[in-house]
Nanobody
């Protein structure tokens, strides 16, 4: 069983930055593909970014490409999401997720096996 705990959310002005962290339990963290998703008020949960177990491969949603950066530190069992040039439309609850099953699409939330409780990011205009 893997537990994921996000932190780092908060209130920030448009154009500002935040760094979200997701700490994971478990001794095989480096074997999990990890992703960040978000759910805005009144909308479905959407994919934000994903990173391979080694950290060598990353993917991003078009809406955040060039503004957000996903990274991981396997020695600390932690992944990060650096958010910059924030916009009010980035306001959402952000979730980290871990995917164990190979071959499933990385942008689909149903492919992920473990989820954190979420952290709120609010961007004011």
């Amino acid at each position: 069983q893997v537990q994921l705990v996000e932190s780092g959310g908060g209130l920030v002005q448009a154009g500002g930055s935040l760094r979200l962290s997701c700490a994971a339990s478990g001794r095989t963290f480096s074997s999990y593909y990890m992703g960040w998703f978000r759910r805005a008020p009144g909308k479905e949960r959407e994919f934000v970014a994903g990173i391979s177990g080694s950290g060598g491969s990353t993917v991003y949603a078009d809406s955040v490409k060039g503004r957000f950066t996903i990274s991981r530190d396997n020695a600390k069992n932690t992944i990060y999401l650096h958010l910059s040039s924030l916009k009010p439309e980035d306001t959402a609850v952000y979730y980290c997720a871990g995917k164990v099953r190979l071959g499933l699409p990385t942008r689909v939330d149903r492919a992920y096996d473990y989820w954190g409780q979420g952290t709120q990011v609010t961007v004011s205009s």
